[in-house]
């Protein structure tokens, strides 16, 4: 059994943000560098060039490319002798996010997603959104219903009502909860349906950590063996150019230009759910994260960083332990091979597996 070790922060308030804002922020520490990279879910747009940055032992050239996409910054660097390869891996890597982003953004009205949440089925669905949905039906039923993908209704209730000013009534949310159920997703290659009348899905929980997740897969299949994704969820390869674990800073959920500590990676990604991101009051109490069964937001926590075998994963674990609170997420994270998780609580104190990365 994993101990938890628990050590004291502080925090301060913040503005409050618009509801399109982006779920996490991170420092990547790459060769010495600090690059901010702050990702929502949005239109994906004009790529940039990658370019040589530095050269590390044995002779290995590090290519990186920050560019636009997803709605926002997207960084990745990648380890090669040759940087043409770096290239081609960075090309195969971009058109993976492109694919990721037509079929699964709320935001673009021919999405796949959109067409399923206006029409409530679609067919001869792409097999990422198949992947996903599967992998989100997983989740569902080992956080005990904690991670749903049908929320959304919840989401468009909450925005709606900040723009008038205010929160729904007790009964709007009592209405719009009703639409929220995971197992009305019906799921196969052939068809995917929405069952209940009024429901309709978001991805944002688990489609950033997927798209990590096949950039990362397009890298390894040129044969680069050393590389960082960031998507607005990290995925890590191999080693950074000296040799040394890829470093990331975990942003602090109270003060906008700092974070809490480093975590070496080594080949593990890292995801963060944190309130401080979509808020729909000041004192972050109502947020973009919701339970369920309520149709409110928890209250135990102010961030929840999770480092897994996958970035998929680490995303989907960071939003299912948010809503479950201390002890039953901590029993779903050391219920997963490879994850630990990092608890940031409302009131500063830090919550962390014993195997958690991190210094802080």
């Known amino acids: 059994m994993m101990e938890q070790t628990m050590r004291e922060t502080g925090q301060t308030d913040r503005p409050v943000a618009t509801p399109r804002r982006s779920r996490r922020s991170f420092l990547l520490l790459c060769g010495g560098a600090a690059v901010a990279a702050l990702v929502p879910w949005g239109l994906m747009q004009r790529q940039g060039a990658g370019k040589v940055a530095m050269e590390g032992g044995g002779g290995l050239k590090a290519v990186t490319r920050n560019s636009r996409a997803l709605g926002s910054d997207i960084s990745m660097v990648v380890l090669h002798e040759d940087a043409a390869v770096c290239q081609r891996a960075m090309d195969g890597a971009f058109k993976e996010l492109a694919r990721v982003e037509r079929v699964m953004s709320i935001y673009r009205p021919e999405s796949q997603v959109s067409r399923l949440n206006q029409d409530g089925v679609i067919a001869h669905p792409d097999p990422y959104l198949v992947r996903v949905l599967e992998q989100s039906k ?7 219903g904690a991670f749903d993908v049908t929320v959304q209704p919840l989401w468009v209730m909450y925005a709606a009502a900040q723009r008038q000013g205010g929160l729904p ?18 799921i196969s290659a052939k068809e995917i349906r929405l069952k209940n009348a009024g429901m309709s899905i978001t991805l944002n929980g688990i489609a950033q950590g997927f798209a990590a997740d096949r950039a990362m ?15 607005g969820e990290i995925a890590s390869l191999g080693r950074k150019a000296k040799g040394q674990a890829w470093t990331v800073g975990i942003q602090h959920p109270r003060e906008k230009d ?12 890292m995801s963060t759910s944190g309130d401080y991101e979509t808020v729909f009051t000041e004192d972050k109490a109502y947020n973009h994260i919701f339970e369920p069964w309520s149709g409110r937001s928890p209250q135990a926590f102010s961030s929840v960083t999770v480092v897994a075998a996958t970035a998929t994963e680490a995303d989907a674990l960071s939003t299912a332990i948010f809503v479950l609170g201390v002890d039953k997420g901590m029993e779903l994270a050391r219920a997963t091979q490879a994850a630990d998780v990092l608890l940031v609580m409302k009131d500063g104190r830090t919550v962390a597996t014993e195997g958690f990365p991190w210094n802080s």
């Open 138 to 144: 997983d989740m569902a039923e080992r956080s005990g």
């Open 169 to 186: 009534s007790d009964a709007q949310i009592g209405r719009e909860r009703l639409k929220v159920d995971w197992r009305g997703v019906s």
């Open 217 to 231: 897969e397009a890298i390894r299949r040129v044969g680069i063996e050393h590389a960082l994704v960031n998507t």
């Open 258 to 269: 700092a974070y809490l500590g480093l975590a070496k990676l080594a080949g593990r990604c």
